[in-house]
């Protein structure tokens, strides 16, 4: 018995990417979609006509939809609020398109998809308790523990950017202070780095965005620091020091087998790596008493959440009693 294609999608602010798992290897194609603005309506709109799409040039057909959404989304697949996407509130997304479509539908928290995606076929493949981060405008996690996803009471497990790693800190779009994200991802090493180049403390950072201080993100300091600038270096490794300290809170509570970090700031590779674990190794407890935990970035970057929701889909697919149903509406 073969399993016909699933569909992923991953809605982002600005755009929705779309992979087709086949039946034999994965991914098959690649499309997206400029999505203007963004409203509820205009997202099922549009992830319904790229299933027609699909469809028009695969015969195979989309036995299965799909779909990774920033933000809280629960386990009936509604998403409660997504933070690059203020039209979002209470939205019955899975309801809707299982609808709109006929077929099964699944939808996820794109680190959980993600995450799928890493632990079929990427940086987790093989490994039964991971941990997956992604460092990008806030910081999105997902686990699996004993070789399943968990999502948690109510599917909303992961929201570790919102652990406070410093009472008093930044204040967080959540409207508490400190909370882990706001000196741990993308956004906070790029702050950090704006900052010391108003103060006039980073020259080469400056000169790297021709004066235009506001134009400096998280990746300039990686890619000077690479180059050995002594002020990026240590932008680095003081948001380094942030980034182990949650993962080992983390670690501590999980005890996962491999961390996988995500997200834009991961394309850094080594440059990120090398200090995280350096601190880690600092902050670590006990560390002699346990698995060594291996550290590595995402192998599907961007990709991960759309291939992951259509893993996500075709897992719908396997369960015997929809699998037998998909394959009678076909
Ligand atoms: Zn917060």
Known sequence: MTTPPAAGFDVGGTNIRAEVIGSAALPATVTRRRIRPPSMDG??????????????????????????????????????????????R????????????????????DATAALRAEMACGAAAGVANALLATFGTGIGAALALDGEIRRGADGLAGEAGHMIVAPGGPECLCGRRGCWEQL????????????????????????????????????????????????????????????????????????????????????????????????????????????????????????AGAIGAALLARDLLETPEVHSRAMRAR
């Open 43 to 88: 997202i099922v709109d549009a992830i319904c006509e790229m299933v027609g799409a699909i469809e028009d040039e695969d015969s195979h057909g989309v036995a299965a939809v799909g779909v990774g959404c920033a933000g809280l989304v629960n386990r009936s697949g509604s998403v409660a609020t997504s933070p690059n996407i203020p039209a979002i």
């Open 90 to 109: 209470d939205f019955p997304l899975r309801a809707m398109l299982a609808e709109r479509l006929g077929r099964p539908v699944a939808v996820d928290n």
């Open 184 to 303: 741990a991802s993308g956004e906070a090493l790029g702050r950090a780095a704006r900052d010391a180049a108003r103060a006039g403390k980073a020259p080469a950072l400056a000169e790297r965005v021709g004066g235009r201080l506001a134009d400096i993100r998280g990746e300039h300091v990686g890619e000077l620091a690479a180059a050995g600038d002594p002020v990026a270096r240590r932008l680095l490794s003081e948001f380094a020091g942030w980034v182990a300290l949650g993962l080992n809170n983390l670690i501590l509570l999980l005890s996962p087998e491999v961390v996988v970090l995500g997200g834009g700031l991961s394309e850094l590779g080594e440059v990120l790596l090398a200090p995280v674990r350096d601190a880690l190794e600092e902050v670590y407890l006990e560390h002699r008493q346990r698995t060594p935990v291996g550290l590595r970035v995402a192998q599907y970057g961007d990709r």
